[in-house]
């Protein structure tokens, strides 16, 4: 590599990470064209001329843990001088600030998969030849005079003969609630200009997320505004690359390439932020590093921003804290064997791992009756929503999350005994599932569980206490659950029932299961589930997959529950055949 050669690359590498902060190697080595190695070189070039520093965040997804450069908080003027952009225009074209970058730590798995993606894209469509990737860029935090989609990650532009094109991605969560989802796509439909739609490119997390994404894209009266939107899902995009895969377009049966889905223009598009032909220079810097910063921040909460403070604790936490972090935000009040049983892990190293967290100030625990319980704090409930790239009021309200206070537990309510109720049915369910070598592999809250549809012309909705799927190798038997303490009355049974009947008819069941879930009621005992059997025939509810039982002793662990249909109370049975493995009520008998 010529000194001449070198100087213009790590300008070029430099433009970079400027637009792309927390950039790997990999990444920037498909970007330039070059060698990872070759990458390496210039990242620690600039990182020894004080240009640049980096930060090693675990990405739990990919189960990675590499240096990710992004430009030092102190360089920015110098960059204004050398570049002829002034810092504020620099600031506005790309996430430069540290508040930018301190916002993307809790988000590092969505930033590597955005970068990767342009960074893949760029390799495929120089070894394609026809096109070529000439600027992108991560899309800065704040949102005054944004000129980007509402949430969008990312843009590119695309420059072929045939002209050029400007797009955006964003990548969609796994953990985002629906009801976000369907929040971002309607503040996109308010402010879209209809004579000059955005092209957005969505990655949706899984199939589920595809159809919220199809189904609340048509539903908008503004549909042709948003006409360029273009799914697919990070599956696809992950086995394919982002230009082989496959793009659906809202509501039409065409299938497209990357190419087929954005059409050039004639128009050349400028790059937003380019710096050809700058000089670097050695700068010196006497700014502390940030991951040195965030060490510190870690265990001093309180004496740090709340941005700084999420970020420090989203470096700290391991992919298993994360995990453990997560099953109590979503299924808070959880003791230490229901969180092992869940986890499936030894309950030593459950408690282990809590008593670290706790002095992270990552949970705390309580006491119910007696008992020793465990919840997350307001601290985790941010870095848990920033991950997930939703504000934490609406990650709490969609997602139905929560980092439970104080006052709260004092509560004697009966909600509180409701909810501490269903913990014990899924931790039940759980147990009797590994005893008959399945598991449970997706327990849902209530909020989660919820589902809302139209029947009849009619809007009809379900919301059971929970559902989830029990797993045994390739297969799964997805469920719906109901737990009655004895507190519902006739009036909501009819309702409860009428909902259940338009879901099971109208097959809706397949926006989120593979196959036809089984409808569970629990009982707090025979009483309870005894009302629920009058219901069941009171509202001619009797075809339904419906499985019941009653709670019982849920402390004393002895033996399966036993299950019934409506029309064979005598006649109960486990709810794992031991040789049929189905939740079929006609084979619930077949152990």
């Not at 042709?224 to 793009?247: K, M, N, Q």
Request: proline content about 5%; hydrophobic content about 45%.
């Amino acid at each position: 590599m010529t000194a001449r050669r070198s100087e213009a690359q790590l300008a070029e590498a430099l433009a970079w990470i400027v637009r792309l902060p927390l950039l790997g190697d990999r990444e920037l080595a498909g970007l330039l064209g070059i060698d990872e190695i070759d990458a390496r070189y210039l990242r620690v070039e600039l990182d020894q001329q004080g240009w640049v520093e980096w930060l090693a965040p675990r990405v739990v997804e990919l189960d990675e843990q590499r240096r990710a450069a992004f430009l030092r908080a102190d360089a920015l003027d110098d960059l204004a001088a050398c570049s002829g952009f002034a810092a504020h225009e620099i600031a506005h074209r790309a996430p430069v600030r540290q508040t930018d970058v301190l916002a993307r730590i809790p988000r590092i798995a969505t930033v590597t998969a955005v970068n990767r993606l342009l960074a893949e894209l760029a390799a495929q469509l120089r070894a394609q030849g026809e096109m070529a990737l000439v600027d992108a860029g991560s899309l800065p935090i704040a949102s005054a005079n944004r000129w980007w989609p509402f949430g969008a990650d990312a843009y590119g532009v695309v420059r072929g003969r045939r002209g050029a094109a400007r797009f955006f991605v964003t990548w969609d969560r796994a953990g985002v609630p629906d009801g976000y989802r369907r929040l971002r796509i309607r503040k996109w439909a308010a402010e879209v200009n209809p004579a000059e739609p955005p092209w957005v490119f969505v990655v949706c997390a899984d199939a589920h997320a595809a159809r919220v994404w199809d189904a609340e894209l048509r539903s908008q009266a503004s549909q042709a505004a948003l006409s360029e939107v273009r799914l697919t899902t990070a599956d696809e995009v992950l086995a394919s690359g982002p230009r082989a895969a496959i793009w659906s377009i809202p509501g039409a049966p065409a299938r497209l390439r990357f190419e087929q889905a954005l059409p050039l223009r004639s128009t050349d598009l400028a790059a937003l932020l380019a710096f050809p032909g700058m000089c670097l220079h050695q700068r010196p810097s006497n700014m502390p590093v940030l991951r040195d910063r965030l060490r510190i921040a870690a265990v001093r909460p309180a004496a740090r921003s709340i941005r700084e403070d999420t970020a420090a604790l989203a470096i700290v936490t391991s992919a298993a804290d994360k995990a453990c972090l997560d099953w109590l935000a979503r299924h808070p009040r959880l003791s230490v064997s229901e969180l092992a049983l869940f986890l499936e892990l030894p309950g030593r190293v459950v408690a282990r791992r809590l008593e670290l967290l706790a002095g992270d100030h990552a949970v705390r625990r309580l006491e119910i009756e007696g008992t020793e319980l465990w919840c997350v704090t307001a601290r985790t409930l941010r870095m848990l929503a920033e991950a997930e790239g939703v504000p934490w009021n609406g990650y709490e309200r969609y997602g139905a999350v929560s980092a439970p206070s104080t006052a709260d537990d004092a509560a004697t309510r009966p909600s509180m005994a409701h909810q501490l109720g269903i913990n014990h049915v899924f931790a039940r369910l759980a147990r009797d599932a590994q005893a008959a070598g399945w598991r449970l592999g997706v327990w849902r809250n209530e909020a989660e569980s919820a589902h809302l549809f139209v029947s009849d012309g009619r809007r009809a909705w379900i919301r059971p206490d929970g559902s989830g799927a029990f797993w045994r190798g390739h297969e799964e038997r997805p469920f719906l659950l109901e737990y009655d303490r004895g507190t519902l009355d006739a009036g909501d049974y009819r309702g409860k029932f009428a909902g259940y009947m338009h879901y099971f008819e109208t097959t809706e069941w397949r926006e989120r299961f593979s196959t036809e879930p089984q409808l569970l009621f629990v009982g707090a005992d025979r009483r309870a589930e005894q009302r629920v059997r009058s219901a069941v025939v009171a509202n001619g509810a009797t075809h339904l997959p419906i499985l019941l039982t009653t709670e019982g002793p849920v402390s004393s662990g002895a033996g399966s529950w036993r299950w019934a249909s409506v029309a064979r109370d005598a006649e109960r049975g486990a709810l794992f055949p031991a040789v049929a493995g189905s939740l079929s009520v006609g084979r619930l008998h077949g152990e």
